[in-house]
């Protein structure tokens, strides 16, 4: 007893066990026996340094069932192997397979002086142990290099000794951790300064590997499984010493609070090569600007397939318990199994994680699995790596958001280099596809709100063909402030509204909407084009933002070809004339909107011949961190120049062709002046306030008629104008116009008052009523009719479809 008590005290046992002992198969695969051992000498409790499988033994049992089996002295006893007066004390026995993915590699054995067997939470802590085993016996182990390969060393020796695992203990709740003397030196903590607070061992931890590993400490985060992690330490002397993670939670339970249960040990040796990091760090490097989950999916199959020479790569979300691929490599439908082929929906298919047990087995565990050629997998499985396949999961917060596939089609062996990166590849990916899916939503909700504030078509226009193009900025929030519009006015005329609101924001597109919204409104009202912007401004000045907008305002008339441009702090619009030469327009403009609230907006007429093309823009489309403004509208100038007139949209896509990352969004309005072929007839009359007013306004509407050779209708369009007419003299005050058109085979027949308020058609008139049956009477005889309001006041019309006479 004397020389067992020197032997404990010279050589630490992890988890304070009395011994712990490592077998592996020997080389004919029929034995299990001892390679490594440390705590002391198996002999003095009851172990042989070898088993045949055949044999009933604890270590046997375990590594056939490939389940833990955890004996106390009673248990034990039933085995026969040892009598207990042999045994130095009453003892407890666990017996723990190494090895994963089917793949055994032997069995771990743990022996402790304790009569009623290991508890609950010494079982997890000695389980997380095997595993540490299993990784570094698949690694080959420190001084061994091919245990479970080649047959064990015919010596014992201190590898086991030498191999570096500390443990703690977590309480979530209150951030205490219980961590070993081992875990101390593994961290580089002096044992007398460490304070008992999670925090301390987290400030010894390379920033970059601190998120993976909050993922675990913070309540909440880590799901009841295991999980395991490679993560960085900052020595006193700068080094940088890797080190593994394989950790669990255990609920509160038994008046214990919620906690977990971690194992760390030393992996410096299990860390890539030169070569490897740099694959890793260049794949860092992709995944930081990877935008979207598409981005991601390029940047795995880039740095996994040709690098490793593998056949195939697949990477997949996990949403519910569906496999939602994102990418395949390479992507023909023939190069899958069945299952991926008849799941194929368009670009890509999905697959029920349940159809594929083995791999849901994996993703539940959260642990990377490697088979090697002849694995006994399910064939839609097996059919992806043949001669080796790779199952990664992704964690990602604290959970497993999906798996990449990696497969080979001849047999593949994976080194220790190779599974360091593919370790650590999974660990990039899955921060990596969180953060992409968060922008590819951000950027989905951002389209859809820029999508309800913009126009959802443009309107068809007499004379004129008007094409538009919107993109969002590739850089921050996919919303901005840009915005345009096309206002049909009243009698062949149209608006062109060109706006960017400062920001890119869900408060720049609030306000974006707001001011378009805006300058609609006045601009339907009838203002002209100076006091629509005025207006506009004033309105924006007393919102409650500091926040300002620029804008370029157009109104055209269809008929004459004049164009009316206000401008407010943005840029000029440019004009293409018929024969190409193309140039801004000179503009005198304003400050921007929301300055000033008395600022001046001086209007501009320029001449449109048929066959210009007017092009307002945003200077997102000219102007960039490495474009300055001149070169942009210099390059655009050009475009415009060479560009072919006869298809608008093709042009406009021309004018965006350079515009593909993008610093701010771009608004571009393209409006091709085609001139209207046959122009109305058009007549106007100011009616006077006296008694036969009204029969003032039918002799000039029958000379009119007569005139323009209208001999048809006449009844039914001098009874609209008497009651028009009669309508607004009676119910409003100030100046009233009567005026007429003619455009093809439509009469219209409009009268103008200064009252804004539309006239009511009752909605139920009797016999004993005096009034209200004019305007049914107008509405029963016409085609058409309406009100629109018009500068302070309004419009009463009525159109009527006149016969077609044949020459």
Known sequence: MGALRTVRERIQVFGGAALAAVYVLGKKHDTLQLAESAGGSGALYGLSPSYPLSCRAPVVDAFRTG???????????????????????????????????????????????VPDGFDAERRNFLELYADQVTAWLEAGGEPSHGIGRTGPRPVLGPA???????????????????????????????????????????????????????????PGHMTSGGRELEFRIRRSTGELRWLRLRARRLAERDGKPERVLGVVADASHLRPSADEVSRVQRLSVALAGAMTVRDVSRAVVAALRDPLEADRVALAELEGDRLVVTVLDPPEPDAWPELWRSEWRSEWPDAPARALPTLEAALREGRMSLWTAGSTLEPNLAGVGPGGLAVLPLPAEGRVIGTCLVGWDEPHAFGPEERSLLT?????????????????????????????????KLPRLSGAVAVARYLPATVGLAVGGDWYDVIPLSENQVALVVGDVQGHNAGAATIMGQMRTAIRAY??????????????????????????????????????????????GHLPPLLRAPNGDTQEVTIEGGPPLGVLAEAEFPM???????????????????????????????????????????????MADELLGGANRRDDDVALLLLRYDGIGVRPLRAGWA?????????????????????????????????????????????????????????????RVAVSDASPRAPVKPSNVNWEATGGRGIMLVEAVSAAYGSVPLSGGKQVWAELVLPRHEP
Do not use: K
């Open 67 to 113: 389940r833990p089996l955890w004996l106390n002295a009673a248990g034990l006893a039933s085995y026969g192997e040892s009598p207990a007066e042999t045994l130095p004390a009453p003892v407890s026995l666990g017996a723990l397979p190494l090895g994963a993915n089917g793949s055994p590699l032997g069995c771990l054995v743990v022996v402790d002086e």
């Open 160 to 218: 086991l000794d030498r191999f570096w695992v500390g443990s703690f203990t977590l309480i979530l709740s209150t951030g205490q951790i219980d961590a070993d003397a081992r875990v101390l030196d593994l961290v580089d903590i002096p044992r007398d300064a460490f304070d008992g607070r999670v925090e301390t061992l987290l400030e010894h931890t390379v920033p970059d590997d601190l998120p993976a590993l909050m993922s675990i400490v913070e």
């Open 424 to 456: 650590a590849t999974a660990g990039l990916v899955g921060q990596a596809l969180v953060r992409a899916r968060a922008l590819d939503a951000e950027h989905e909700l951002a389209t859809m709100l820029q999508r309800s504030l913009l126009p959802r």
């Open 523 to 568: 601009a339907v009202e009838g203002h002209p084009p100076d006091v629509v912007v005025s207006r506009a401004n004033r309105l924006l000045v007393g919102m409650e933002t500091d926040l300002f907008a620029t804008c370029c305002y157009v109104a055209i008339d269809m008929e004459e070809g004049d164009a009316w441009c206000v401008r407010a």
């Open 604 to 650: 501009t007429t320029v001449a449109l011949a048929p066959g210009t093309v007017l092009a307002l823009l945003t200077d997102g489309l000219v102007e960039s961190s490495s474009l300055h403004l001149e070169d942009g509208m210099r390059r655009v100038c050009d475009v415009l120049s060479t560009a072919d007139p006869s298809d608008a949209g093709r």
């Open 687 to 747: 009616v006077w306030r006296l008694p036969d007013a009204v029969a003032h306004a039918r002799r000039f509407t029958s000379r009119t008629l007569r005139s323009w050779g209208v001999t048809d209708e006449t009844d039914a369009i001098l009874l609209i104008v008497s009651e028009l007419v009669t309508n607004a003299l009676v119910h409003t005050q100030g100046q009233v116009r009567l005026d007429l058109t003619l455009a093809g085979e439509r009469m």
